[in-house]
């Protein structure tokens, strides 16, 4: 079984320049999850999908951070402007379709390390 | 707030000694509680989780972790380090109803000596 898929694997940009990152699940996995991993620290959630619609997105920056998943499967992230704080590990993690009085465990995908200079 | 607390930033072992890795949480229920390995450039993979049930769990690549309620903690243990395991040891605390949210400690590195 073919595991979360990202690219880039990495990316490094100038500050107020926008990128994008990319994300395909584990096939049939209803549930994606972003998450920022700053160095030195563990990864913190941005963002949650079930199918194509938000579940959970308090800690997202909304002003210059947003993410789709149109289809229900593939997802992307994008930072426009980007910051110098922004550079992280951004992690792409897929779990089964989740269930309210069950927990299913997250498959993360080897991420993409974005370094804003 | 709930929240995970590894107060070890940096651990060295020598091979074939044991390993503790500490984590310490704060949930105000019995949370769902993991721990995930990073190897350098890699994403997280899981090693083994505690839902419920008996307190001491087995996971992969020989490694056992006990819930302990009363301390609030969820120590990851192996008898004997292989070089192989030199990595970062992430525990988090899964929200239970949150469908799904993670929440992590800031992870221990652990370095093997020959």
């Known amino acids: 079984e073919a595991g979360v898929a990202q690219s880039p694997r990495y990316k490094i940009i100038e500050k107020r320049q926008s990128v994008a990152f990319w994300c395909n699940p584990i096939s049939g996995h209803a549930t994606l999850y972003w998450y920022q991993q700053i160095l030195g620290q563990g990864p913190k959630l941005l963002i949650q999908f079930q199918n194509n619609g938000v579940v959970d997105d308090s800690q997202l920056p909304k002003d210059r951070f947003s993410a789709e998943r149109l289809k229900g499967v593939d997802s992307t992230l994008k930072i426009q402007p980007a910051k110098l704080e922004d550079s992280a590990v951004y992690l792409c993690?897929?779990?089964?379709?989740?269930?309210?009085?069950?927990?299913?465990?997250?498959?993360f995908g080897p991420g993409t390390r974005l370094t804003v200079l | 707030a709930q929240s995970v607390t590894q107060p070890d930033i940096h651990i060295t072992v020598s091979e074939g000694a044991s390993l503790e890795l500490r984590c310490n949480y704060s949930y105000g229920a019995t949370p769902y509680l993991f721990w995930y390995v990073q190897s350098p450039g890699q994403g997280l993979q899981l090693l083994l989780k505690y839902f419920s049930g008996d307190t001491l769990v087995q996971g992969i690549k020989g490694f056992e972790a006990e819930f302990k309620r009363s301390q609030s903690s969820f120590n990851l243990r192996k008898p004997s380090v292989h070089w192989s395991d030199a990595a970062e040891y992430f525990c988090?605390?899964?929200?239970?109803?949150?469908?799904?949210?993670?929440?992590f400690g800031k992870g221990t590195k652990l370095s093997v000596k020959p």
């Open positions: 988090a605390v899964g929200v239970r109803g949150s469908q799904g949210n993670l929440i």
């Open positions: 993690a897929s779990s089964p379709l989740g269930q309210l009085v069950s927990y299913n465990e997250q498959f």
